[in-house]
């Protein structure tokens, strides 16, 4: 099946530092790659959508200035979280939709974010 | 507004009895569903999927029965293993591109 590399695996940073994730698509070309948040015990909750070579639609409530999203090419999207603070540690995983081979989404490993 | 649901939030089976869980939807026009299993600290992993004009499917020792009537979906885990320990979560898409999770529900296999 297709491949979603997602890089780092696990970050600590402190409070007022910006942190890059990178998701690649590594055997086939995303159009649309989605970033997702997920705390504790919960389920998935979709912060954007990313489209390649346009600006990123975000869900009510996401602050597009505090999650600045870039899908620069058909295989890499990067979120990146300005200005961490604790509140924003959380467990962040990419999707990306592969186009031609239905409907799925290809998940990536997800990404531990923790601000002290 | 919309949401995907599920009944139990925790579901405990012996290991090699049958596993079955449930999800409720809400939105009629969802045409798309799929699961998912998520291990601890890993991105969620796809299971089965099935689309509207479909009632059942199976995979290997899983199978998914859509009730469109009632707006249900349960996914049916054969022979359960000590392996499918794991939260799975439900999907649901409209023919758009977004996808509705729903709450999950953790499988915990007993030896």
């Known amino acids: 099946g297709a491949v979603v590399s997602q890089h780092p695996s696990r970050v600590i940073c402190k409070s007022g530092t910006s942190v890059k994730i990178e998701c690649r698509s590594l055997d086939f070309q995303a159009t649309t790659m989605f970033w997702y948040r997920q705390f504790p015990k919960q389920s998935l909750m979709l912060m954007a959508t990313?489209?390649?070579?346009?600006?990123?639609?975000?869900e009510q409530g996401v602050e597009k200035d505090k999650f600045l999203i870039n899908h620069a090419s058909l295989t890499l999207s990067t979120l990146t979280v300005t200005s961490a603070h604790p509140e924003d540690s959380s467990f962040y995983i990419c999707s990306a939709k592969a186009g031609g081979r239905g409907e799925k989404l290809f998940f990536g490993s997800g990404t531990q974010l923790s601000v002290l | 507004g919309e949401s995907v649901g599920l009944h139990l939030p925790t579901l405990s089976v012996q290991e090699g009895d049958n596993s079955i869980i449930n999800c409720a939807y809400s939105n009629s026009a969802s045409d798309y569903f799929i699961w998912y299993k998520q291990e601890s600290g890993k991105g969620p992993q796809f299971i089965i999927d099935i689309r509207s004009n479909m009632d059942k499917r199976q995979g290997q020792r899983v199978t998914v029965l859509l009730n469109k009537t009632v707006k249900h979906l349960s996914l049916q885990i054969a022979a359960t293993q000590p392996g499918d320990s794991a939260v799975y979560f439900c999907a649901e898409s409209s023919g758009t591109y977004k996808y509705i999770f729903g709450t999950g529900t953790r499988l915990k296999v007993l030896a």
């Open positions: 990313s489209n390649e070579g346009s600006k990123a639609t975000y």
